[in-house]
Each structure stands twice: as structure tokens, then as C-alpha cells.
């Protein structure tokens, strides 16, 4: 009687496994990841690895990724230096099997990234990459995880000119970097067609120090423009706000996301009514809420939560892929990641399918009162209104 | 008129700084005959020291006096740590050894304290600005150019009139000299690095009282200017940096506001270009007397 009953039920074993009803094996899901902890670009990098981390721990005490692959993260240190990237990246590949990728933001570091693991079919996001030329230019499974800056540039367009109702506007670009250089450009082509007027535009480079000759321009207008859409990073910023003010000039100022930082709004009077745009609102909703409360928690201040929530989020968008795919094999894991359609996630929900290698996502308009960044509202696009890379 | 009086704050607000960091280098190049190039990590040490000191409520001003005398104490560590097992060695190594104290100090600032800038509430008669007729200064840039002088005037006093003064002046005039005289060669080279130190603190007040924060990176720009500065400046006298640091303020800003847009890129190219050619015909700097060689 128990030989027949082990018989019968290896039979039936042996039949469900043959027509895929396997029970699932311990499989490990592994993340390689070489980016910043070192270095300029650590200030973007590590915390976006922080959310990745939070992750991974919570997920983990969970049974790992969908409850069934334990997550292992094997990370290197680039040291924000490209060619560090390339030899990490090597070492990785020849010595772990990979499941997916994170790179660092750095343009050279993420494109490098993206072309050498593209043989492996590795899905590959860029931390708190913006840049739409990179998966444009690393191809194969380089995505995104946050806005771009031709959708920054385009949100920043329509709420210029449909909620600050401006009609003129002066930029203010940099090249050192394709950020600096480009979201600017993408802003006046959305102000532009919705209406405005772009009437003059400065540069500057990084670490300028002074900025009188750009106050100086923009002070020898017949009219102060309406809002002033500029690039200087927090280094900068300070300098150029307290120039700008101190020549009288009252324009609105709309500046990156870089600017939500507790240094930037703790710059006093000076910077009051200064707008930014971010992706981690707390207030939008209670998720996001949450990690922030989670984030202090757990390091103690929460200066660097946006790139870390963006990182959390971005795997959010991993677990939902793996479900989709109903597999963490790395080129269909890749290839639903691209299909992924509303996903929740704390930075809000994110669409791949027919929108691009960038997520669609509601984007939030920021302005600094008393030293705190007050949210003003959200701009979600058609994804028809996200311009191409230039 | 107000565009010219705009330039020369400019010029006065850029020099002051890099003069205040030039002195620094250039005070402990006359004694030990190397250029310190953790000079910049000694301004981010004063930027943290002042963070967490007005973290734990000490009054502002209690805070940046104590956190110039801690800048001016890692300087006079680091020279008991890291350059005093090395004296007598080239002027090379004790480079290289100051490129290494430098990396750690990065990374100790990256991984110890944090990768992001850490904000420092500056005072509100600071973060404003004041206008006459047409030209307009922030309050930050006056203070800059106030306390520079004021430390200049102090500082040439001090060189000048105490014991203290005279004797590292005399040090950095003949080393071997001042010795057999009985300056004491320990004592006169941790008083260069707490004055260097010490200035390195005076300078990230002004920079900072500018940018309301402290990042890991925060000293390494002012670090390269006050390179440039001290070594068109001449290296061997204090006079030097001073006016190596209002040349290079001077060149800075002008080229700022004649420079087209499209060019301004190339700014600090063409400041470079400029002072290289300046060295063909200088090769000592401003005050053009031979480096004092390595003790």
C-alpha cells in the first residue's frame, strides 16, 4: 500500500512537472551594481542604492522578490570615475550571474554600463540618471528609472505658462554636462509652443563663483521676464539667487530637482518663492509618506530621500516586471520591464508600455516657503507631450 | 558707472578669498618648501566642525571661532601625523603624502559623514543684499570682503610685531639660520600650520557665508585657485599670495564680463592661458625670490 501511494505520487510528480507545474526551486535573484559611494557623484548615487537596499531587506524578510527569489546585491565602488565603471563591470561579468544591473548617472559610466552588459540580456537602470540620450545611446536593456529631462523640460513648460500664466521667460544653460545643457532647451520648446516667449538666455559654467554679468543681462531687459528657468546646481545656486535678488529682479525662479536639498531651502529669505520640480512628494500620498518616516528611521536624517525613494520605487518596478515575466530570467525579465503599465510605487504610478525607455510618471511642482519646500501640484503628460532626445 | 563699481566688488569679493587660501599654502611652502594640497579638506574640517557645533546650539559665532581653532589643530596634526615621519625627504613625496591625506579625507567625509551637502544656517544680516542707486551687493559679499582685509591687517600685525611672527618670518628667511639662533623647529612649523590651518577656517566662513552648506568636496575649487594664486603670486612670500590672489580675482571677473556668452565656458582656460604666459616672463611669480629648498 505505501509503495503504490509513493508510486502514484511520483507519477503525479513527475506529470505536473513535465507540463511546468515544477514547485519553484531556491533561486537567488542577484543585482550587480557598480556606481558612486565615492566621489562627486556619490551625493546621487549611494542614496538611490539606499532605496534599493530598503528593499532588498524588506523583500527579503518576505521570502525575496515576489515572495520567492531570495535578492543577493553584489555592488562595487566606482568612485565616480568611468574608468573604474569598465573594470568593475568586467569583473562582475566574468565572476556572477546576473539577473539585472545598476549603474551609476555619470553619462560615460551608465552608456559604458549599458553596451557591456547588453550581451548578457540584462535589464540595466542608471540610478538617478536623466539623460534620455543614454538609453538612447546603451540601447539593448537600458532603462530610465525617473523622469527625463526632456519631461522635466516640458513639465516646467506647461506649468510656466498654464499655472504661472508667463508669457516671457530667460533661461539660464550650462554645457559642462548634458543636464545643464539640454533641460533648459527642452523648457523653452514646451514654453513656446504653449504660448510663452523665451527672450534671452545666459551660460555659465560650473563653479562659476560670480554671476554679476548674467544679473547684468538679464537686468538690461525693457522688462523683467516673467520667470527665470536655471541650471546652477547647489554650489552655485546660492550665489546666483542672492545676486539675482539683490539686483531687484523678482522673476519667478524655476530650477531643477537637484535644488530639493536642505541646504538649498535652508538659504534663508533669499530663496523664498523659488520653484523646483521632484518625483518624492510626501504629501502626494501615504506611500510616499511612509518610506520618507521609514527612510529616517532607519539613516537618521532624511536630507537624501528622493534619490533614495526613486531607487525603491525603481524596484517596485523590478518586482512588477519579475511578475509579469512570471520569470527572473535576465532578457524576459528585460523585455517586460519595457511593457510595464501603471505600476505603484511611492514616487506614483509608472508606464513604460508606449512611452518609451523613460517612465511616465505625475511629476511634482515644488516652491520654497520659509525654508520648507511646499507642494503646489502635479503635472502628469500625455506621454505625446514628452519631446524626443535632442 | 554701477557696472564698474558691480566689477570691482566682484574683483575685491573673488581676490579677498583666494588671497586668505594663498597665505595658507604659502606660509607652510616657507617653512617646509612643499604645497600642502590638503589645504582645501582644512576649509571642508571648518565647514563640518561649524555644522555639527550649530547642530548642538552653540551660538554662531562661538562656533566659527571654535571651528578655526579645530581647523588650525588637523593642520597641526596632520603635520605631527603625516609630515613630520617624512621631513628631510623631497618636496615630491611630501606632495604626494598631502594628494593621499587628501583622498582619505574625502572619503572619511563621504562614507563617515555624508555624499550630500549638510546645511549651514547662515545668520539673516548675511543671506540679504543692499542696493545704492544702481548697484546692488549682497550683504554675503561685503562681509567677505570685511573680514578678508581684517584678516590681512591681522595677520601682517601679527608677522610683523610678536614674537611668534618674527620668528616663523625669520624660519622662512634662512630655516638653518633661525635654528642656530634657537627657534625651535618643531615649534615654529606646527605655529605655520595652525596659522595655515586657521586661515584655511577664515576662508571657508567667507565661501560658506556665500553658499550655506558643507559638502565633502567643498574645498578642493578654492584649493586649485589658491594653487594658481600662490604660484603666480610667488611662492616665497606672503606679499605674493596676497597679490597672486587679487590678480587672479581680478582676471576671473574680468574675463567674466568680457567674455559673449557663447565663450564664457573657456573662462577659466583662458585665465590659465593668460598666467601661463605670465610665467614665461616671471618664472617666480609676482615676487620673484627663489623657493626656500626642502628642510
Known amino acids: 500500500m505505501i509503495n503504490k501511494t509513493i508510486f502514484a505520487a511520483v507519477v503525479a510528480a513527475s506529470t505536473l512537472a513535465g507540463a511546468g507545474y515544477a514547485p519553484a526551486q531556491a533561486e537567488d535573484f542577484v543585482i550587480g551594481a557598480v556606481s558612486a559611494r565615492t566621489g562627486f557623484m556619490a551625493a546621487y548615487d549611494a542614496p538611490f542604492m539606499q532605496g534599493v537596499t530598503m528593499y532588498i531587506e524588506q523583500a527579503n524578510k518576505n521570502g525575496g522578490l515576489n515572495g520567492k527569489y531570495p535578492i543577493t546585491l553584489v555592488e562595487r565602488d566606482d568612485a565616480s570615475d568611468p574608468q573604474k565603471t569598465a573594470i568593475a563591470i568586467a569583473e562582475l561579468l566574468k565572476s556572477q550571474k546576473m539577473n539585472m544591473f545598476v549603474s551609476s548617472a555619470i553619462s560615460p559610466s551608465a552608456i559604458a554600463a549599458g553596451t557591456m552588459v547588453k550581451k548578457e540580456n540584462l535589464l540595466i537602470m542608471h540610478t538617478i540618471a536623466s539623460q534620455p540620450t543614454i538609453p538612447a545611446r546603451a540601447g539593448g536593456g537600458s532603462y530610465l528609472v525617473m523622469m527625463s529631462d526632456a519631461h522635466m523640460g516640458a513639465v516646467y513648460g506647461k506649468f510656466a505658462t498654464t499655472g504661472l500664466k508667463a508669457k516671457t521667460a530667460y533661461i539660464v544653460t550650462s554645457d559642462f554636462d548634458p543636464y545643464t545643457e539640454y533641460l533648459p532647451l527642452y523648457f523653452k520648446d514646451s514654453f513656446e509652443k504653449n504660448g510663452g516667449k523665451v527672450v534671452g538666455q545666459s551660460t555659465f559654467t560650473y563653479d562659476q563663483q560670480e554671476f554679476t554679468k548674467v544679473v547684468a543681462d538679464i537686468k538690461k531687459l525693457p522688462q523683467q521676464p516673467d520667470v527665470i528657468m536655471a541650471m546652477p546646481f547647489d554650489n552655485d545656486f546660492p550665489i546666483f539667487i542672492n545676486q539675482l535678488r539683490a539686483a531687484g529682479i523678482t522673476s519667478t525662479y524655476l530650477g531643477p530637482d537637484v535644488l530639493d536639498q536642505p541646504s538649498v531651502k535652508g538659504l534663508g529669505k533669499v530663496v523664498d518663492g523659488v520653484h523646483y520640480v521632484t518625483m518624492a512628494a510626501p504629501s502626494t500620498s501615504e506611500s510616499a509618506a511612509n518610506f520618507v518616516k521609514a527612510y529616517e528611521t532607519k539613516f537618521g536624517n532624511a536630507d537624501s530621500f528622493y534619490p533614495a525613494m526613486v531607487g525603491y520605487s525603481a524596484m517596485r518596478m523590478v518586482a512588477a516586471a519579475a511578475e509579469k515575466a512570471g520569470t527572473i530570467e535576465p532578457a524576459a525579465l528585460r523585455d517586460a520591464f519595457g511593457q510595464l503599465e501603471n505600476v505603484d510605487t511611492e514616487i506614483g504610478k509608472a508606464t513604460f508600455k508606449g512611452v518609451g525607455k523613460a517612465p511616465n510618471l505625475p511629476v511634482h511642482i515644488m516652491k520654497i516657503e520659509n525654508g520648507e519646500g511646499k507642494y503646489i501640484t502635479s503635472i502628469k503628460l500625455d506621454p505625446s507631450e514628452i519631446p524626443k532626445a535632442k | ?295
Open chain 2, 1 to 295: 558707472m554701477a557696472e564698474f563699481i558691480q566689477y570691482l566688488v566682484a574683483v575685491l569679493n573673488l581676490g579677498a578669498i583666494y588671497a586668505l587660501l594663498a597665505l595658507g599654502l604659502v606660509v607652510v611652502f616657507g617653512q617646509l618648501g612643499f604645497l600642502n594640497f590638503a589645504h582645501g579638506d582644512l576649509m571642508t574640517l571648518f565647514g563640518y566642525a561649524l555644522f555639527f557645533m550649530i547642530g548642538w546650539h552653540t551660538p554662531f559665532w562661538l562656533a566659527v571661532l571654535l571651528a578655526i581653532i579645530f581647523a588650525g589643530l588637523c593642520a597641526v596634526a596632520m603635520e605631527r601625523i603625516a609630515f613630520r615621519p617624512l621631513r628631510g625627504r623631497s618636496p615630491m613625496t611630501l606632495l604626494i603624502t598631502s594628494f593621499a591625506i587628501s583622498g582619505a579625507l574625502h572619503v572619511i567625509f563621504q562614507v563617515g559623514i555624508s555624499p550630500r551637502s549638510k546645511p549651514i544656517p547662515i545668520p539673516e544680516f548675511l543671506s540679504g543684499y543692499i542696493t545704492i542707486g544702481d548697484v546692488f551687493v549682497s550683504r554675503a559679499q561685503i562681509f567677505t570682503v570685511v573680514v578678508a582685509f581684517a584678516s590681512l591687517i591681522l595677520l601682517r600685525l601679527f608677522l610683523a610685531h610678536s614674537r611668534l611672527g618674527i620668528s616663523l618670518r625669520a624660519s622662512a628667511a634662512d630655516f638653518d639660520v633661525a635654528r642656530v639662533v634657537g627657534i625651535q623647529a618643531n615649534r615654529v612649523i606646527a605655529l605655520a600650520f595652525f596659522l595655515s590651518g586657521a586661515l584655511a577656517g577664515v576662508a571657508a566662513l567667507l565661501w560658506i557665508s556665500q553658499r550655506g552648506a558643507v559638502f565633502p568636496a567643498l574645498g578642493l575649487t578654492p584649493m586649485i585657485k589658491a594653487l594658481i594664486a600662490a604660484i603666480i603670486g610667488g611662492l616665497a612670500n606672503p606679499k605674493g599670495a596676497l597679490y597672486g590672489g587679487f590678480l587672479l580675482g581680478a582676471l576671473e571677473a574680468t574675463l567674466l564680463f568680457l567674455l559673449p556668452d557663447n565663450l564664457v565656458v573657456f573662462r577659466d582656460a583662458a585665465v590659465l592661458l593668460l598666467l601661463i604666459i605670465f610665467l614665461v616672463f616671471r618664472p617666480n611669480g609676482i615676487i620673484a625670490s627663489n623657493p626656500e629648498p626642502m628642510r
